[in-house]
Structure formats: C-alpha cells, structure tokens
C-alpha cells in the first residue's frame, strides 16, 4: 500500500485557480514528450490531482505499464504493475467529452469514486468509455500525440506490459493566464 499523499497535493495545489488561468502537464518520457492540455471546467478535481501528483515528483521515474494497440497506453502506478496509487482516491466527474485520440483520461477499478494517479491516453475512438470514466485533457499539439500513438503501438507482453519500458522521466506543470 503507498503512503497517503493526500496533503502534499492539496498543498501543491492551493494556488491553482482555473478561473483565472489555463494548465499543461509536460510528461518527458523516454519515448518523447507528451503535453497535455487540462480540462480545469469540466473536471477541476481530476486536473488539480494530476497538476499536485506531477508538482510533488510522484510521477517521475513511473513507468507505462500498460498498452493496448488500437486503445490506451496507461501509466500513474507507483509499483509499475497497476495495482498503486497516491493513498486515496478521488470521486468521478464523468463527463460529456468524448475518449478519442489524445484524450487523457482516469483509470479506476469497478467503483467510480476509486481513480487515484493512474490515467490513460486514448490512442483511438473508445465509445463504449464515454461518461464511465472521467475525461479531464487532451494532447496539446500533433508532437504530442504523435508520440502517444508511437507508444501505442510499442510490442507488449500477453499482459499489455511493453517489452521496451516507457518512462516519465519528469512531470511539469505550465500555467498560462486565460486570454482575456
């Protein structure tokens, strides 16, 4: 069981103010980086739990440790294996957006209210995901998602695991005032 991080997030993320400013999460990768535009309107919670898990280094140095040609990569578990997380749990804000290429959304197990650190970017259309799991960004520009798709399409053993690792080497957040 990881230790509860909880309050270093919430303290990482006492300045975030989605009214006033929009936010990016830069994956470096092993394989390339990945921005990410943040969907602060549509699920402020989800968005301010990645911008305060990258703020506090939780997700350098985690890998992908699962991908799955023709629908996600997934990464966030502490333990690499799938079964980690920050020591809580966040609730769902399923929304309306739809989970197709470069969307960036949040894995849970069976209960909605269970997602934690890890996430998945969609690497195709996934209808049957729509308002099941919660959708909080998307791929900021072609680069980015070009190097998802790459990931994507990574040899996997018959567990998804890719043969050749995928590492977020670092985790920064950008935070850009709202155009007026």
């Known amino acids: 069981m990881s230790s509860n991080r909880k309050a270093e997030v919430e303290k990482a993320v006492a300045d975030v103010d989605f009214s006033q400013n929009d936010y990016q999460v830069i994956l470096n990768t092993t394989k390339g980086k990945i921005v990410v535009d943040l969907y602060g309107d549509v699920a402020p919670g989800h968005a301010k739990n990645i911008i305060g898990l990258s703020r506090i280094g939780f997700y350098n140095g985690v890998i992908f440790h699962r991908i799955i040609d023709g629908f996600m990569i997934q990464g966030g578990c502490p333990q690499g294996t799938g079964t980690g997380g920050p020591g809580?749990?966040?609730?769902?804000e399923f929304n309306?957006?739809?989970?197709?290429?470069?969307?960036?959304?949040?894995?849970?197990?069976?209960?909605?209210?269970?997602?934690?650190?890890?996430?998945?970017i969609c690497v195709a259309r996934?209808?049957?995901?729509?308002?099941?799991?919660?959708?909080?960004g998307k791929t900021a520009d072609e680069e980015s998602?070009?190097?998802?798709?790459?990931?994507?399409?990574?040899?996997?053993?018959?567990?998804?695991r890719p043969l050749d690792e995928v590492k977020i080497e670092s985790a920064e957040v950008v935070e850009k005032p709202k155009a007026a």
């Open 126 to 136: 996934v209808p049957h995901l729509d308002n099941q799991y919660t959708v909080f």
């Open 145 to 160: 998602l070009n190097n998802v798709l790459a990931i994507g399409k990574l040899k996997t053993n018959s567990q998804d």
């Open 88 to 92: 809580y749990t966040i609730n769902q």
């Open 96 to 120: 309306s957006t739809p989970h197709e290429p470069g969307v960036l959304s949040m894995a849970r197990t069976s209960d909605p209210d269970s997602a934690g650190s890890q996430f998945f």
